[in-house]
């Protein structure tokens, strides 16, 4: 991207990349969800999204930032469907999933430094510090930090049953740790500032989905569940007592007839078949005489 299109390195920076965290997220539900496309079938779309906005970016002259937080966000959006694939659709264990996006993160950074950013460093260290390069290495480095960052947020969420709210607590102090020990020039290192924007990446999963309420579904969802196997326990509990009063066998069957009356009473002459609990099978008993 061109340098009149990027933003400056700052707070006002690092607040706007919070909100677009929190919004890809919900962004990327939605795309899988709502809009029934799933984990996979979207990608092609922002894929294509993508291309558009960085060809028109290159065709504009006027300044402003609209294009970089349009490609953040339509990133964040693909790497959120991504993650869901790989831990969900494939149900790869989250932890190698995360150690697989560590080394894919540290390689991209490594060969995007080798091959461009060490020779242009000397150019790009104005408001844009070293780390804004908006180039083909930056967003596939933007893509691996947003899918690390939403696994990781789903691991704190589910597999350490902290839910989405306990998610939140404990990822957001750690987003802010890093902005105090780096206000006052760690953020502008390249591996603090892909160390923060992986750290925004988790808190903003957890966030998006408790804010979107993926948390109180799940919550109502288990009461649902809780009271449906109270209701279970209750019905056993009333069947088995019903099951202790209740007459087994002939003296059941008379009792039938004693309730019906004449209606069932047999005819004169007439053989009844009687079921005979004793041999479990139908009988051919003497004709009943009245």
Same mark, same amino acid.
């Given at each position: 991207?061109?340098?009149?299109?990027?933003?400056?390195?700052?707070?006002?920076?690092?607040?706007?990349?919070?909100?677009?965290?929190?919004?890809?997220?919900?962004?990327?539900?939605?795309?899988?969800?709502?809009?029934?496309?799933?984990?996979?079938?979207?990608?092609?779309?922002?894929?294509?999204?993508?291309?558009?906005?960085?060809?028109?970016?290159?065709?504009?002259?006027?300044?402003?930032?609209?294009?970089?937080?349009?490609?953040?966000?339509?990133?964040?959006?693909?790497?959120?469907?991504?993650?869901?694939?790989?831990?969900?659709?494939?149900?790869?264990?989250?932890?190698?999933?995360?150690?697989?996006?560590?080394?894919?993160?540290?390689?991209?950074?490594?060969?995007?430094?080798?091959?461009?950013?060490?020779?242009?460093?000397?150019?790009?260290?104005?408001?844009?510090?070293?780390?804004?390069?908006?180039?083909?290495?930056?967003?596939?480095?933007?893509?691996?930090?947003?899918?690390?960052?939403?696994?990781?947020?789903?691991?704190?969420?589910? =597999?350490?049953?902290?839910?989405?709210? /306990?998610?939140?607590?404990?990822?957001?102090?750690? &987003? !802010? @740790? %890093?902005?105090? *020990?780096?206000?006052?020039?760690?953020?502008?290192?390249?591996?603090?500032?892909?160390?923060?924007?992986?750290?925004?990446?988790?808190?903003?999963?957890?966030?998006?989905?408790?804010?979107?309420?993926?948390?109180?579904?799940?919550?109502?969802?288990?009461?649902?569940?809780?009271?449906?196997?109270?209701?279970?326990? =209750?019905?056993?509990?009333?069947?088995? /007592?019903?099951?202790?009063?209740?007459?087994?066998? &002939? !003296? @059941? %069957?008379?009792? *039938?007839?004693?309730?019906?009356?004449?209606?069932?009473?047999?005819?004169?002459?007439?053989?009844?078949?009687?079921?005979?609990?004793?041999?479990?099978?139908?009988?051919?008993?003497?004709?009943?005489?009245?």
């Amino acid at each position: 991207m061109r340098k009149i299109h990027l933003p400056i390195l700052g707070p006002r920076y690092w607040v706007a990349l919070c909100i677009a965290s929190v919004f890809g997220a919900n962004m990327g539900d939605f795309f899988a969800h709502n809009l029934g496309l799933g984990h996979v079938a979207g990608l092609p779309f922002l894929a294509v999204a993508l291309a558009v906005v960085m060809i028109a970016e290159r065709f504009d002259r006027s300044a402003h930032e609209g294009y970089y937080w349009i490609a953040i966000i339509i990133v964040r959006t693909a790497a959120t469907n991504f993650a869901d694939f790989a831990s969900g659709d494939l149900k790869l264990p989250r932890i190698l999933v995360m150690a697989a996006l560590v080394a894919v993160l540290v390689a991209a950074l490594w060969t995007s430094w080798k091959l461009s950013w060490r020779s242009t460093a000397a150019d790009k260290s104005g408001e844009t510090g070293t780390v804004l390069r908006a180039d083909l290495g930056y967003w596939i480095c933007m893509f691996a930090a947003g899918t690390l960052g939403t696994v990781i947020g789903d691991y704190c969420s589910h =597999n350490l049953h902290l839910g989405d709210g /306990g998610s939140s607590l404990l990822l957001s102090p750690a &987003v !802010a @740790a %890093l902005f105090l *020990v780096g206000r006052n020039g760690p953020l502008r290192l390249l591996p603090f500032y892909w160390l923060t924007v992986v750290a925004i990446r988790a808190a903003g999963t957890s966030v998006g989905d408790f804010v979107s309420g993926h948390g109180h579904a799940v919550g109502h969802s288990a009461c649902g569940l809780a009271r449906a196997s109270r209701a279970k326990a =209750n019905g056993a509990r009333k069947l088995a /007592g019903k099951g202790r009063c209740k007459p087994s066998g &002939v !003296a @059941a %069957l008379q009792n *039938v007839f004693e309730r019906s009356g004449d209606r069932f009473a047999p005819r004169k002459g007439v053989k009844s078949r009687i079921w005979s609990p004793r041999f479990d099978s139908i009988e051919t008993e003497k004709a009943l005489v009245s």
